[in-house]
């Protein structure tokens, strides 16, 4: 069994940053990837970013493209990502999802996270 906790999230104005973490506790079996999603109200939960063990594979929403970074701390089993420009499109509950690649898909996550509220005002 896998726990993810996440933290960090908050309300910001447009234009304001956030960093959202994630930390991992339990039976994490390495190599392992970690991955952001994302769901806001009346939308369908969307990946946001994700990250290989060693780093080296990334990737990220179009949408958030050169705005959002995802990393990690394995020593600290973490991942992080910095939300820079936040836009009001950007609210939503974000979840943190581990599973064994970085994919798009919602169902290679086995664990998840319960989720951090962000609020952006415009």
């Known amino acids: 069994q896998v726990r993810l906790v996440e933290s960090g999230g908050g309300l910001v104005q447009a234009g304001g940053s956030l960093r959202l973490s994630c930390a991992a506790s339990?039976?994490?079996?390495?190599?392992?990837?970690m991955a952001w999603f994302r769901h806001a109200p009346g939308k369908k939960r969307e990946f946001v970013s994700g990250?290989?063990?060693?780093?080296?594979?990334?990737n990220y929403l179009d949408s958030v493209k050169g705005r959002f970074t995802i990393s990690r701390d394995n020593a600290k089993k973490t991942v992080y990502m910095q939300m820079n420009s936040l836009g009001p499109d950007d609210t939503a509950v974000y979840y943190c999802?581990?599973?064994?690649?970085?994919?798009?898909?919602?169902?290679?996550?086995?664990?998840w996270g319960q989720g951090t509220q962000v609020t952006v005002s415009s």
């Open positions: 999802a581990y599973g064994q690649f970085v994919r798009t898909g919602a169902s290679n996550y086995a664990y």
């Open positions: 339990g039976r994490t079996l390495t190599p392992y990837a």
């Open positions: 990250i290989s063990w060693a780093g080296g594979t990334t």
